[in-house]
């Protein structure tokens, strides 16, 4: 099952390199939406770009579970657009590539097509609760909880959302304020009520540093 599609600049000593840092979000949208789209053994497909592969272009590696094809990409030009134009512009070519190994892998298309129609719906834009919305209760179940995470280009936020026994919303709060590049430890983390007013948020993903943040939320 696949769970990871990069886009990004793999090229040593390239100046170009700073574009890995911004396109994890519409990676990760355009992924969310591929879950159950069968790739049999494959898990990661990457789409390395550089402003110009020449005689290259054609490069395709299948190695155990990972692919990658190489596309050519207009630094130049992204660099003149918007934010919502360079992510659009992230959206086209991860989706290319996409394409490609759909093609060659002899993979369906549809998915992939429903994927990039349900990024631009979501305006590139990716947010989600934690954890397929799952609650957890105060001890004395006066409060709930759960977590959103906004992760965007160029920022990535993480909040509490404080509900009340009849699950309306008292309280949103951003508690943490990250690098969209380091945003992966979100999958992996856990939380839990350590007293009435007192949760427990900790960082507990393989190549973290065991952050763990301490919310009042009451």
Same mark, same amino acid.
């Given at each position: 099952m696949l769970n990871q599609i990069t886009l990004a600049c793999y090229e040593q000593v390239s100046n170009h390199q700073f574009i890995n840092a911004q396109t994890w979000c519409v990676?990760? =949208?355009y992924c969310s939406f591929l879950k159950r789209y069968k790739t049999g053994k494959i898990v990661k497909c990457n789409v390395s770009i550089k402003d110009n592969w020449n005689e290259l272009i054609d490069y395709y590696e299948r %190695?155990?579970? #990972?692919?990658t094809v190489r596309l050519n990409f207009d630094f130049d030009a992204y660099l003149k657009l918007s934010k919502l134009e360079m992510k659009r512009m992230q959206l086209n070519h991860l989706h290319k590539g996409m394409m490609v190994i759909a093609q060659q892998e002899g993979w369906s298309v549809d998915q992939l097509l429903d994927a990039y129609n349900y990024s631009l719906r979501q305006n590139l834009l990716y947010s989600f609760y934690l954890r397929n919305n799952r609650w957890k209760s105060s001890p004395d179940r006066a409060y709930k909880i759960r977590f959103w995470c906004e992760w965007d280009i160029d920022s990535f936020? #993480? %909040?509490y959302v404080l509900f009340d026994r009849q699950n309306q919303e008292l309280k949103r709060s951003r508690f943490i304020k990250g690098n969209p590049s380091e945003g992966e430890f979100i999958y %992996? #983390?856990?939380w839990k009520w350590i007293d009435n007013k007192t949760v =427990?948020?900790? /960082? /507990? %993903?393989?190549y973290g540093n065991g952050e763990v943040w301490t919310i009042e939320v009451v």
């Open positions: 990676a990760e =949208l %190695y155990t579970d #990972v692919i936020d #993480v %909040y %992996y #983390v856990d =427990l948020f900790s /960082n /507990n %993903y393989k």
